[in-house]
């Protein structure tokens, strides 16, 4: 038969679960800043299968954090080491960020920001060859290939597992706005979606996708992952892509919502943004969250990824209806004093200023287009501000 069998690997009736991993102790409010970048050609400004290749010229260069292959072969990732500030995050990405701008010229290719490529077709795309995303694309089929998308993850470490537990359900109130803030996909082979973050809709699409459950005890949620372990359907942490989980292995949570921003500096204030929002939740407790709170988390979400910046907020307390922008704005007033003691406060200033003028990566993306005309051109132009050197005002 040429159809491949289902990969699921049910375990044999006596053979134990896998064990949740142990909480490891991290550094509070420490971060962790990894970003999927697309790598396109620089004749057409397609996507390029050149990931083996950069991974090639990238691991002669000593540099912070990490540089690894992503599930299709023109995709990588880049991390950061820890870091203690938004600052610390944007001089790390810095310097990956022009490695790979040099390593990129070389191979006549460009390295681009954005949660969608515009024009690409899913089919094209080459799964790369390695055993989890090999698995993948047979358990998941067409699914692997539209998984071609970009995203920003942000790690922030917490005290203890019940404290990451509670900071986890915490930021979720928050979803929303990381999302209208980091929007950068509204184009998906060639149209306007009309959504400012098309590429969670993408996610959605996989079964293990959404929100974590609500507990805020860490053996509460280890009774969760023994249950859902036990049907042979999850065997790691890695295999939930939920909006935000814990990563014990790490000591911390992970927000996973971010479309990949088109410069390291909006990259940098997102994390700014994480952190001085922990520092809040950590000095200040200013709320408790409830289970009732995830009743509007999908259509506050939904509203973030189709209309970004100009989305209506329900208000989970007290069901309040409001600008997203003006939620975001008095967010930013809120947590603006721990961001100061963070060295935070320019990040958080700017994203209050993109906040206050509806100014996010989707509504460049759209401008420069209304302005060029031609997809391909603004990728180029999209290229550029990734390399620091923004080619229009």
């Known amino acids: 038969m040429d159809r491949l069998d289902p990969v699921i690997s049910v375990p044999p009736a006596d053979a134990a679960p896998p064990a949740l991993e142990p909480f490891q102790q991290s550094k509070a409010l420490s971060l962790g800043v990894e970003l999927e970048l697309q790598l396109v050609n620089t004749h057409d400004y397609d996507l390029a299968p050149y990931s083996d290749e950069m991974l090639r010229l990238m691991s002669k260069i000593p540099l912070p954090g990490s540089v690894v292959p992503e599930m299709t072969s023109s995709m990588i990732e880049i991390s950061t080491g820890i870091c203690h500030s938004s600052a610390e995050v944007l001089g790390q990405l810095s310097q990956i960020r022009d490695a790979l701008v040099r390593c990129a010229d070389k191979l006549n290719i460009a390295c681009v920001g954005g949660g969608t490529h515009p024009f690409q077709m899913w089919h094209d795309q080459r799964i790369y060859d390695k055993p989890r995303f090999r698995q993948l694309s047979e358990l998941y089929g067409y699914l692997s290939k539209q998984f071609t998308i970009f995203g920003q993850h942000v790690h922030i470490g917490c005290p203890s597992p019940d404290d990451a537990l509670l900071m986890l359900h915490r930021m979720s109130r928050y979803i929303p706005h990381f999302i209208a803030l980091s929007a950068s996909s509204p184009y998906v082979q060639g149209h306007d979606t009309q959504f400012d973050s098309a590429r969670l809709n993408s996610v959605f699409a996989f079964p293990m996708s959404g929100r974590a459950p609500f507990t805020l005890s860490w053996d509460k949620f280890g009774e969760f992952f023994a249950k859902t372990t036990r049907t042979g359907v999850v065997k790691s942490m890695k295999d939930f892509y939920w909006d935000i989980r814990p990563k014990p292995e790490f000591g911390t949570i992970e927000i996973r919502v971010f479309d990949t921003p088109l410069t390291i ?128 005002a």
């Open 265 to 392: 500096e909006r990259a940098a204030a997102l994390a700014g943004f994480v952190q001085s929002l922990g520092a809040w939740f950590l000095e200040e407790q200013p709320f408790v969250p409830q289970e009732d709170d995830y009743m509007v988390y999908t259509y506050n979400r939904f509203q973030a990824c189709r209309f970004g910046l100009e989305a209506v907020y329900v208000e989970p307390a007290t069901g309040e209806h409001l600008p997203l922008r003006e939620h975001i704005v008095r967010t930013c007033n809120q947590i603006e004093p721990h961001a100061r003691r963070l060295g935070a406060a320019a990040a958080i200033d700017m994203l209050r200023q993109c906040a206050d003028h509806g100014s996010n990566d989707a509504r460049w993306l759209r401008e420069t287009h209304a302005h060029e005309r031609l997809l391909a051109e603004m990728v180029r132009q999209a290229a550029e501000r990734f390399r620091g050197r923004p080619a229009r």
